[in-house]
């Protein structure tokens, strides 16, 4: 951490003071940090990539134009961040330029992520697992509606909050989807691949047709990871040969249904695995029948009705009245026309 900024630093002529750093990944720092004009708690991420320096405060790199191409995207790292409002993608308040870098202001996410969770537990059973993976199957649904990938889901990019929130972030690699089956998207060229370990094959190549499916298996390899204590081998070890191990000798609060469903989200081959992130869910609600069926003669109970995870939203949510506000209308124009009728035969009686 020497090349971190030391806590009280003025960013924005004192609008923000940093505290110490909370994270490290491939982009730069995290720091805790006081917004003294709001008067509240927020996380600052300053660009610094591996390779730069520090003269004072300033950042310097030894490829000034990579960097300040890098730099731009990491800008547009928060324009995708705001487009969401969402409970489970992290919320963010500011970004600018500062010290030849740039800095990113979100929201504060008081817990840990799930590396560091599994780092100090272990891998978690298969409820626990399920219960953290579905707020990101929500909140990765809800990046592809707004017509982005992800690119780089990880436990690492994932925040339990100690309130029990569950919160996805990092949007560094995210890019635009190209919407349409595998079969028919064009090819689209890409420029980082994602983490080892979690990133699919397509995403190692220069042109390869990326999708939900890529981020589809990114989640079942953060799944894998909870559930074994590690990632699944790499795609590129896993194209020359080394095996998926067999999950459920790691880990028997597995059941072989969810070991099946994640065979198939991590498959080599795209076509093979669940296209959207819906159709993945419906493989692994464990409200489902399949599941509960599956786990007979496992230790893990059925999931309670009263922690049954909530699926992600439809894609597409219907504005229609339902069937039976249809019928209520229907029985109201019926009703007012006996009425009308009768009325009439009234009337025409007395006169
Ligand atoms: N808003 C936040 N609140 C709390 N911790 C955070 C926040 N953002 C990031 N972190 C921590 O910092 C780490 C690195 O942040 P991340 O956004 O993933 O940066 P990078 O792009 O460098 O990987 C995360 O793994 C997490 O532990
Ligand atoms: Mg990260």
């Known amino acids: 951490m020497n090349d971190a900024l030391p806590s009280g630093t003025d960013l924005q002529s004192g609008a923000f003071v940093l505290g110490e750093v909370i994270g490290r990944g491939g982009s730069g720092f995290t720091y805790l940090a006081r917004d003294t004009v709001l008067h509240r708690t927020v996380a600052i991420k300053e660009f610094f990539p591996p390779g730069s320096s520090r003269i004072g405060v300033q950042v310097q790199s030894p490829a000034p134009i990579e960097y300040s191409k890098e730099r731009a995207a990491f800008v547009q790292e928060a324009r995708s961040l705001a487009r969401f409002a969402h409970p489970h993608i992290v919320h963010v308040f500011a970004v600018w330029e500062e010290n030849e870098t740039a800095y990113l202001v979100t929201e504060f996410l008081d817990g840990r992520n799930l590396q560091d969770i599994v780092e100090a537990r272990g891998a978690l059973s298969q409820n626990e697992a399920l219960q953290l993976i579905a707020p990101v199957c929500e909140a990765t649904e809800a990046v592809h509606r707004g017509g982005l990938l992800h690119s780089d889901i990880k436990p690492q990019n994932i925040i339990r909050c100690y309130d029990g929130r569950v919160v996805l972030l990092d949007f560094g690699l995210t890019r635009p989807a190209v919407t349409g089956s595998y079969a028919t998207t064009l090819l689209v060229p890409q420029n980082a691949a994602g983490t080892a370990g979690y990133a699919p094959l397509e995403q190692y190549s220069r042109v390869a047709r990326t999708g939900t499916w890529s981020d589809v298996y990114a989640l079942c390899a953060t799944l ?128």
């Open 224 to 351: 894998w990871h909870l559930l074994s204590g590690n990632p699944p081998p790499d795609a590129p070890d896993r194209a020359s040969g080394t095996p998926l191990p067999t999950l459920r000798s790691i880990n028997p609060t597995v059941s072989a249904h969810l070991e099946h469903v994640l065979h198939s989200g991590l498959a080599m081959d795209a076509l093979a695995r669940p296209q959207t992130v819906r159709e993945l869910w419906a493989l692994l609600d464990p409200g489902a029948s399949h599941f509960e069926q599956s786990q007979e003669g496992l230790p893990l109970a059925a999931t309670p009705s009263s922690t049954r995870i909530a699926p992600p939203m439809p894609l597409n949510v219907s504005t229609r009245p339902s069937i039976n506000d249809e019928n209520a209308v229907g029985m109201l124009v019926v009703m007012s026309v006996i009425l009308f009728v009768v009325f009439f035969l009234i009337m025409t009686q007395q006169f």
